[in-house]
């Protein structure tokens, strides 16, 4: 009898491989056969689940976030907990680094190719989803969905330049210099935020 192959769980295991390779050497140098080495499987094993590299880097994103969003964190009971969670998705570490350069790659090839750009925008709005209601938790209850939205953008906006600076100079921006400029930059605008409620009132 054949043997059952789990195709999600192959996938997985490829793009997981993918995203090292990816963090590693770039996805310019990236070659399958390296991906199917780092996945201990056949070359051919990777050309059967991803047509080309575009698609084994459309993989290995999905992979970086769902492990973003699967990430366990309990609801912040105040806003340096919110910031603290926030920086979770910062690269503190070389999985985090290996993550982002995945994610940075995806998007310079999002840059021109509106389907990838779509898939981009996708995975953000669920992130920021995410944040958002991590932010209700510290907040008025009556501040409006749109304006939780708003300052979770603006999160992940600052978020996304600790990273990119990390990424650039990751021997300049150790875990603790990233914790503390992202907070530096969050601090004020969620107490602001958290204490605004002037629109809210009935």
């Known amino acids: 009898m054949p043997k059952q192959v789990d195709v999600a769980a192959q996938r997985r295991t490829i793009a997981s ?54 990430r366990p964190a309990p609801a912040p009971a105040d806003i340096r907990a919110c910031i603290d969670i926030s920086a979770s998705y910062l690269p503190l570490d070389a999985e985090g680094l290996a993550e982002w350069r995945v994610w940075l790659a995806f998007w310079a090839r999002a840059m021109n190719d509106e389907r990838l750009r779509a898939v981009h925008r996708r995975y953000y709005a669920e992130i920021v989803e995410r944040i958002a209601d991590r932010i209700a938790t510290v907040t008025s209850p009556a501040v409006p969905r749109a304006r939780l ?12 330049g600790v990273g990119c600076r990390t990424v650039l100079e990751p021997d300049s921006w150790p875990a603790n ?17 958290a204490h605004d409620t002037r629109e809210f009132r009935s």
Do not use: W
């Open 17 to 70: 491989a993918a995203i090292t390779v990816i963090g590693a050497a770039g996805i310019d140098r990236t070659r399958l056969r390296d991906v199917a080495a780092a996945a201990n499987v056949t070359t051919g094993a990777v050309t059967h689940y991803f047509d080309g590299k575009d698609a084994l880097l459309e993989a290995a994103l999905e992979e970086v976030v769902r492990r973003v969003l699967e």
């Open 149 to 160: 939205l708003a300052c979770a953008d603006a999160v992940l906006a600052a978020v996304d």
């Open 177 to 193: 210099r990233q914790r503390e400029t992202l907070s530096h930059l969050l601090l004020p605008m969620l107490t602001a935020f």
